[in-house]
């Protein structure tokens, strides 16, 4: 993924949102509600590991193996 983007989650309605930055261009993607739990362990390794873009980079990898 390029540029920046932030994971946003409400727990009491286990709603969550991807906010994606290019530039000056923002999105906003609202998530399936059965994602919240895999969003909210991404947000805790992101935030929790020593190197989040290599963390980011091995995330991107595993998603791009998987698919093809």
Do not use: A
């Not at 929790?48 to 091995?58: A, F, G, I, K, V």
């Amino acid at each position: 993924m390029e540029g920046r983007f932030s994971i946003i989650q409400d727990s009491k309605t286990q709603r969550s949102w991807i906010r994606h930055q290019v530039g000056d261009e923002v999105k906003l993607r609202v998530c399936p509600e059965e994602d919240f739990p895999y969003l909210s362990l991404l947000s805790s390794l992101i935030r929790n590991s020593d190197d989040p873009d290599e963390l980011m980079q091995y995330v991107k990898q595993q998603i791009t193996d998987n698919e093809n």
